[in-house]
């Protein structure tokens, strides 16, 4: 299920809202113009990137054709056991863990494990934990960042309307640093429940 928590944005940021409920989620994120749907999760969400497009082949074609995205991918990552694995979590993590825009929107659609985003909006971030089934839909110029987690474990369908689309353009706002991070908010949640 999908978790959301909104904070405030000064140097010492306060928890306004934490949430489950999907039908609140949508809705406060709607405010931020930001989008979050979910589709049903396919049976067996492995295989190759093909296999994984096929699946969810129907849901896909219709958010092509009405958004006009012209690349679609599947990016992912799982622990794999090697001695690589530390090294190659902490740079893909590292990535988009610093705030920043791009000149695309940027779509995902969780197929299976997690990722949050935050967004900075009008003095708040909201952080979006996202899980299997969820599509979120971020439009083009928000401040955000994304988390994976120290373990980053996720498979997910992107969408672009071209093919450079994912470059960052990073802000320097180390507000990141002061936000609770994916595994905070993973354990808080998981604390709780
Ligand atoms: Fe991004």
Not at 26 to 48: C, F, M, N, T, Y
Not at 64 to 76: N, R
Not at 166 to 178: H, K, L, M, S, Y
Request: proline share 5%; aromatic share 10%; net charge negative.
């Amino acid at each position: 299920m999908t978790h959301l928590s909104v904070y405030t944005d000064g140097e010492r940021p306060a928890t306004v809202l934490e949430t489950e409920d999907a039908g609140e989620i949508a809705a406060v994120l709607k405010e931020i113009d930001v989008v979050l749907r979910q589709w049903p999760v396919a049976e067996g969400h492995g295989g190759s990137q093909e296999e994984i497009l096929d699946a969810y082949r129907e849901q896909v074609d219709r958010v092509v054709a009405e958004e006009g995205y012209t690349l679609v991918d599947v990016a992912q990552l799982h622990p794999d056991g090697s001695p690589e694995w530390p090294a190659k979590a902490r740079a893909a993590r590292e990535k988009f863990l610093s705030e920043h825009t791009h000149d695309d929107d940027e779509v995902r659609y969780f197929v299976s494990g997690s990722g949050i985003f935050y967004l900075h909006v009008n003095d708040r971030v909201y952080a979006v934990l996202c899980e299997a089934g969820d599509l979120l839909t971020v439009p083009r110029d928000t401040t955000h960042w994304f988390d994976m987690g120290t373990e980053p474990d996720f498979t997910a369908i992107r969408f672009f309307h071209d093919d450079d689309g994912w470059v960052g353009d990073f802000t320097g706002d180390p507000i990141a640093e002061r936000i609770p991070d994916f595994d905070s908010i993973v354990a808080r949640r998981a604390s709780r429940a």
